[in-house]
C-alpha cells in the first residue's frame, strides 16, 4: 500500500531528530485546529455528546417494567463490582486479548515483513492487500453462518481430517470453544495488524538495513536491532486495533462461542437488549475505564503521538 | 417516578418530534400548531407509506405486494433482529408507523407510553379476534393457562394513552394480534430412535453436546423451567413469575447441565436453529414450528414433538406509536383491517403459525388445508408453503394435531418476570459459566 | 536493495502467506462450494445436489428481506465513508504533527471509539436523534456511527505512515518558496497517496460490513449487512452464498483485470525505455 514513489534523495536518519524541536519549529498557530477540526466535529457530535447520555444514563435507577429512573445512584456501578460474573467475564475477554494479541502480531508482523521487504514493487504489494481483503467483502453476516459447514460436526475441516485418517471421529471443539472465538479473532483481525507495522517498514531508511547488512549481521539479527525496533509505532498501533476490538466485541464472541461464552462486551449487549440501560452504561463506562488505563500504560512504552 | 426518561425529553404537548418537525418547516407557529392541526403536510392523493419495523417473522413480500394492490398503501418494512425490535420501540418510536411485536415485550415498551392503545371500534372483525387475547380463552370456552404473560394480561389499556394494563376488556388495544403459537422442541428422530415424550430428554446424557437451548432470557427461561420441573429439579409456584430462590435453583441446574457439556451452544436466531438441526450439530433444541419445516424441506427428517408436560406459548401483534395521527394513523388501521380480513391469515396460517381471525382465514384456506393446519387431519393432496415448496405428502398430518390440542395445551408463555433484572443477570452468569 | 535475501527464507516465508491467505478465505471457500447447493438444500452440508439455482435467486426479489436496495445503500455509503475517512484522517493526521492544545484529550476520544462497544455507541446516536426529532436515515445518523468506526483507524494508519516522516523534505520545500498548501499538495501528498488509498480501502471495507453500530442509527431502511442479519430471524436460503460467491468472484476479476493492465503499462514502458512507474522499494 505504501512505499515512496520519490526521486527526493532521503538522508538517513539514524537519529530521529528532535521531534518535540521540530514541531516548534513548524508551531502552527490556528493551522492544526483548522485540520483537525472536522474530524473534531465528528467525534463530538457522534460520539462524545450521546456517550454523554450513557453516563448519565449509568447513575440512573431502574425496576422490571420502568426501564430509566432519573436518579443519581451508584448501585449500577457498585452492580458491576459485586458480582463475581463481571470478574469472570472480565478474566475471559482478557484471556482473548492476550492470545489474540500475541498471535495477530506474531502473523501481523510475518506478513507485513513479506510484504514490505520481499514484495518489491508497489503493484504487487497492492494486490497483495487487496486479495487480503476481498473475502471481508462477503458481509460478516455471511461469513460467520459458514463456520459451521467449515468447522462444524460434518464440516470440511472434520471430512478432510478423517479423510486423510488424522482422526477417526469428528472433533467437536473446532466449533464453539474458546478455539473457535480465538480462531475467529485473528481471521478478523490480523489485517488490523498488517496494515500499521507494513507502514511503519516502508518508512524505514534502507539505507539503514543496508549498512546492517554490510556490517555482517543476519537477517534475524537485522530484524530484532533495526526493523522491530524502528516498527515500535506501527505495532503499538497495530496493537491498539487489537486490544480495543477483542475488548468490546460482542459479535464473535456471540456467533462463534455458539453463545456458550460471554465477554465483557457480550454481557454489555445482553443487558442492552433486556433494556436494562443503566446497568449496560455502567459496565460500558467501567469497560471503558479499563481499556483506557491500558492505553494508557501501552503509550508509556511507545508514545505513537510522539514520533509523527 | 412515572415518567422515563425518554419521555422527559421526548414529548412537547403532545405533538410528536415528527410531526413537529415537518410542520415547522411549514408553519412558523411551532409545536402548539403541530398538535392542534394534527398533520399538516398530507395532500389528498398523495399515495402512503407505512414504515413497519418487526422482526423477519411476518415481514414478507408477497404481503406487502397483496396488501398494496387491495388497499393502495405501501409497506416498507424495516427488519430488525427481535432484540433490536424492544431496542427500537422504547428508544426511537418516531422511525416506524407500525411495529410488530411479541406480546412479553409489551411489559417494557407500554411504560415508556410509546405504543397508543388502538381503538377497537376502528377494527371491523375486532370481535371476531380468538378470545385467547380478549378472554383469555380458547374459542370453544376453555381457559388458556395464565401462568407466564398471557396476552390476556397485556392487552388491554385504560385508556388510548396509558402506562398500565387492565385485564378487563375496554375499548383499547395495545395490540391487534397477527401471530401465535405453541412451541415445544423440535428432534431429528433419525439420530435419535426412539420416542421422545418429555421436556427431560433436553438434559438426557444421552443426548451430550447435541443439546441446544434458546439464548433469549425471556423465552430461554421458561424452556428451561419446563425441563427444570419435569426432571424434578425445582417445582414452581408460578413458573412465569419466579422468585429469586426459584431462578437460583433453575439457573444453577442449567450451568451444572453446561458444566456436563450437554450443549452444544445456545442458538439466539431463528436461522440458527435451523442451521444447526439441519447440519447435525443438534438433535434436540427448543425450535419454532417454522424451523421446523425448513429442516425438513431440505429433505431431513424433524419432528416437532409434542410432550406430556404440554406447550410454551407466544404471541405477536401489531401497535401504533403515539406519534401516529391524521391520515397514517387512519392507514394503519386500514392496514389492520386488511391484516385481518382473510389473505393475510391464510398465508400465515399455511406458514405454520396461527393467526389471530380464524373464520377469515378459513374463507381463504381450502377445507383440505384447513383441515391439515388446522384440525389435525392427514391432507388429501401434497400441502405447500405460500412461496410453493411442499411441505408435507399427502396422507400426513401435522405434529402436534389440532388447533385445540396444541393451543389446549399450553402450560406457559413466554413472559418478563418481576424479577426480571435478577433474572438477566443470572442468565448471564450462566452463559459466562 | 534486499536482493541478496535468502532464497530460502523467501520460500517459507511465500509459503506462510499463501497459507495465511488461505485461512482468510476459509469460510469464503466454503460460501463458494455452497452457492451450488441444490434447490432444496440449506446453508449447511450435506449438498442436495448441484445447481445455479440460487445465482439465479440473487436477481429475484426475495420473500424477506430487500437485499438489492440495502446493498446500493451499503455501496453508496461505504463510498461517501470512504472519501471522508481519507480526507478527514489525512488533514488531522497533518495537525497531529503539531503539538496543539486537546491533542492528548482528542487521541484519547478517538481511541475510546475503539473500545466502546458498538451497540452502545449505536443506541447513544439513535437516541440523541430522537431527543432532537432529528428523523434518522443511512445518510445522517449512519454515516455519523460508521465514521466514529472507520476514523480511529483513518487517523491511527496515519501515524503510522507519517511515523518519522521526514520533516527536512518540508523545510526544503519552504526554503524553495512553497506554501503551505503547495507543500502539503507537492510534497507530502505525494508520498502518502499510496497509503492514502490503503486508509480509504480499509474504511470501504469497514464501513461496508459494519453491522452493530449500524443498528440503531439507520432509521427506517437498512444497510446490508443489517438486512441481512434481520433476515436471520425467518429461514435463509443459499442466496446469500450466492451473493457471497458473486462478490468475491466479481471483486477478484476486477483486481486481475487491473493487475493485467498495469503490468501491461509498465512492460511498455520498459520497452520504451521510460523509468517513470518504478517502484523504489
Same mark, same amino acid.
Given at each position: 500500500m505504501s512505499a515512496q514513489p520519490i526521486s527526493v534523495p532521503i538522508v538517513s536518519e539514524t537519529a530521529v531528530p528532535a521531534a518535540a524541536a521540530n514541531a516548534a519549529r513548524f508551531g502552527g498557530g490556528l493551522v492544526p485546529y483548522l485540520l483537525v477540526a472536522p474530524l473534531a466535529a465528528v467525534f463530538l457530535l457522534f460520539f462524545l455528546i450521546p456517550m454523554l447520555l450513557v453516563i448519565v444514563v449509568s447513575f440512573f435507577n431502574y425496576e422490571s417494567y420502568q426501564i430509566l429512573i432519573p436518579d443519581f445512584t451508584f448501585q449500577n456501578y457498585l452492580d458491576v463490582f459485586g458480582e463475581a460474573v463481571t470478574w469472570q467475564t472480565y478474566l475471559t475477554t482478557f484471556k482473548y486479548c492476550l492470545i489474540v494479541w500475541v498471535l495477530t502480531f506474531a502473523i501481523g508482523f510475518t506478513v507485513a515483513y513479506y510484504l514490505a =521487504?520481499?514484495? *518489491?514493487?508497489l503493484t504487487w504489494q497492492m494486490v497483495l492487500f487487496l486479495v487480503c481483503t476481498v473475502? =471481508?467483502?462477503?458481509s460478516n453476516v455471511i461469513r460467520m453462518i459458514s463456520w459451521i459447514p467449515l468447522l462444524? *460436526?460434518?464440516g470440511v475441516v472434520n471430512e478432510t481430517l478423517m479423510a486423510l485418517g488424522i482422526v477417526d471421529q469428528p472433533q467437536e471443539w473446532l466449533l464453539y470453544s474458546d478455539f473457535s472465538v480465538i480462531l475467529g479473532f485473528v481471521h478478523l483481525f490480523t489485517v488490523f495488524m498488517v496494515v500499521p507495522i507494513f507502514n511503519s517498514m516502508v518508512r524505514i531508511d534502507k539505507s539503514l538495513i543496508e549498512a546492517a547488512r554490510d556490517g555482517g549481521a543476519s537477517e534475524w539479527a537485522t530484524i530484532k536491532h533495526v526493523i522491530l525496533p524502528l516498527c515500535r509505532p506501527g505495532i503499538a498501533i497495530g496493537s491498539i486495533f487489537v486490544l480495543t476490538i477483542v475488548m468490546g466485541d460482542f459479535v464473535t464472541v456471540t456467533v462463534l462461542g455458539g453463545g456458550l461464552v460471554a465477554s465483557v462486551g457480550k454481557s454489555i449487549a445482553t443487558e442492552l437488549n433486556y433494556l436494562q440501560f443503566p446497568p449496560a452504561a455502567a459496565n460500558a463506562m467501567v469497560l471503558l475505564t479499563i481499556v483506557i488505563l491500558m492505553m494508557v500504560g501501552l503509550s508509556r512504552i511507545v508514545d505513537v503521538r510522539k514520533e509523527l | 417516578m412515572a415518567t422515563t426518561f425518554w419521555r422527559l425529553f421526548d414529548? /412537547? #404537548? #403532545?405533538? /410528536?418530534r415528527r410531526d413537529f418537525l415537518k410542520s415547522a418547516t411549514t408553519l412558523a407557529g411551532g409545536a402548539a400548531a403541530a398538535s392542534t392541526l394534527g398533520a399538516p403536510y398530507v395532500h389528498a392523493q398523495e399515495p402512503i407509506t407505512l414504515r413497519y419495523a418487526g422482526t423477519g417473522v411476518n415481514a414478507f413480500k408477497e404481503l406487502a405486494d397483496k396488501c398494496k394492490e387491495d388497499t393502495g398503501i405501501t409497506i416498507q418494512y424495516t427488519t430488525l433482529t427481535s432484540d433490536d425490535v424492544v431496542k427500537r420501540a422504547v428508544t426511537q418510536p418516531s422511525s416506524f408507523d407500525m411495529l410488530d411485536s411479541e406480546y412479553w415485550m409489551l411489559k417494557k415498551i407500554i411504560p415508556s407510553g410509546n405504543l397508543r392503545g388502538m381503538d377497537v371500534k376502528k377494527v371491523k372483525e375486532y370481535d371476531k379476534i380468538v378470545p385467547i387475547f380478549t378472554k383469555g380463552q380458547l374459542p370453544d370456552g376453555s381457559q388458556t393457562t395464565r401462568v407466564g404473560i398471557a396476552p390476556i394480561k397485556v392487552s388491554y389499556l385504560p385508556e388510548a394513552e396509558s402506562t398500565e394494563f387492565v385485564e378487563e376488556p375496554t375499548g383499547f388495544m395495545t395490540l391487534i394480534p397477527t401471530v401465535y403459537n405453541a412451541d415445544t422442541l423440535g428432534i431429528r428422530p433419525d439420530l435419535i430412535g426412539r420416542p421422545i415424550e418429555s421436556w427431560a430428554e433436553l438434559v438426557n446424557p444421552e443426548f451430550k453436546g447435541k443439546a441446544s437451548i434458546l439464548n433469549v432470557p425471556a423465552i430461554g427461561i421458561m424452556d428451561a423451567g419446563q425441563v427444570a420441573q419435569a426432571v424434578g429439579i425445582v417445582k414452581y409456584g408460578d413458573m412465569g413469575n419466579m422468585t429469586k430462590q426459584e431462578i437460583d435453583k433453575t439457573i444453577a441446574f442449567l450451568i451444572e447441565t453446561k458444566k456436563a457439556g450437554q450443549f452444544r451452544g445456545l442458538w439466539k436466531e431463528f436461522n440458527e436453529s435451523v442451521n444447526w438441526m439441519a447440519s447435525g450439530e443438534t438433535v434436540i433444541q427448543s425450535m419454532w414450528s417454522p424451523a421446523i419445516t425448513k429442516v425438513r424441506q431440505q429433505g431431513i427428517p424433524c419432528v416437532y414433538q409434542p410432550l406430556k408436560e404440554g406447550y410454551r406459548a407466544w404471541a405477536a401483534g401489531l401497535g401504533i406509536p403515539t406519534h401516529v395521527e391524521g391520515r397514517t394513523l387512519d392507514a394503519c388501521y386500514e392496514f389492520v383491517n386488511w391484516f385481518l380480513s382473510g389473505w393475510a391469515g391464510a398465508f400465515l396460517n399455511r406458514q405454520g403459525y396461527y393467526t389471530a381471525v380464524l373464520d377469515t382465514a378459513k374463507e381463504n384456506m381450502t377445507a383440505d388445508e384447513w383441515g391439515y393446519w388446522m384440525e389435525g387431519k392427514p391432507c388429501v393432496e401434497a400441502i405447500k408453503s405460500p412461496t410453493g415448496e411442499e411441505l408435507a405428502k399427502p396422507g400426513e398430518i401435522r405434529d402436534g394435531g389440532s388447533f385445540y390440542e396444541r393451543m389446549g395445551n399450553v402450560t406457559v408463555w413466554n413472559t418478563v418476570m418481576d424479577e426480571d433484572r435478577y433474572m438477566v443477570r443470572k442468565w448471564n452468569e450462566f452463559v459466562a459459566a | 536493495m534486499l536482493r541478496e535475501n535468502n532464497p530460502r527464507t523467501f520460500f517459507f516465508l511465500s509459503l506462510f502467506f499463501v497459507l495465511f491467505v488461505l485461512f482468510l478465505y476459509g469460510p469464503t471457500i466454503t460460501i463458494t462450494i455452497l452457492s451450488f447447493q441444490g434447490p432444496t438444500g440449506g446453508l449447511v452440508f450435506p449438498m442436495r445436489g448441484t445447481s445455479l439455482h440460487w445465482f439465479g435467486q440473487v436477481f429475484q426479489a426475495q420473500s424477506i428481506g430487500d437485499i438489492h436496495g440495502s446493498f446500493f445503500r451499503s455501496i453508496q455509503l461505504g463510498l461517501i465513508v470512504t472519501v471522508l475517512t481519507m480526507v478527514l484522517s489525512f488533514l488531522a493526521g497533518l495537525a497531529f504533527r503539531y503539538r496543539f492544545r486537546g491533542s492528548g484529550f482528542l487521541f484519547y476520544v478517538v481511541v475510546a471509539s475503539l473500545i466502546m462497544p458498538s451497540v452502545v455507541v449505536s443506541l447513544g446516536i439513535g437516541s440523541l436523534f430522537e431527543l432532537l426529532g432529528i428523523e434518522r436515515f443511512w445518510w445522517n445518523a449512519g454515516l455519523g456511527a460508521h465514521l466514529t468506526w472507520t476514523l480511529p483507524f483513518g487517523l491511527l494508519i496515519m501515524f503510522a505512515v507519517f511515523n518519522r516522516f521526514d520533516k527536512r523534505l518540508e523545510e526544503a520545500a519552504r526554503d524553495l518558496g512553497a506554501s503551505g498548501v503547495q507543500t502539503v499538495r507537492y510534497v507530502i501528498l505525494p508520498i502518502v497517496a499510496s497509503s492514502l488509498i490503503g486508509v480509504g480501502l480499509f474504511g470501504f471495507t469497514l464501513s461496508y460490513d459494519e453491522l452493530a453500530r449500524s443498528s440503531q442509527a439507520m432509521g427506517a431502511l437498512n444497510t446490508l449487512p443489517l438486512e441481512l442479519q434481520a433476515m436471520q430471524t425467518n429461514a435463509t436460503t443459499p442466496v446469500i452464498y450466492a451473493l457471497g460467491t458473486m462478490t468475491t468472484a466479481l471483486s477478484l476479476s476486477v483486481i486481475g483485470v487491473c493487475l493485467g493492465t498495469v503490468l501491461l503499462l509498465q512492460r511498455r514502458q520498459a520497452r520504451k525505455g521510460s523509468d517513470a512507474g518504478k517502484g523504489t522499494v
Open positions: =521487504f520481499y514484495v *518489491r514493487t473475502p =471481508f467483502w462477503t462444524g *460436526r460434518n | 414529548r /412537547s #404537548g #403532545g405533538a /410528536s | -
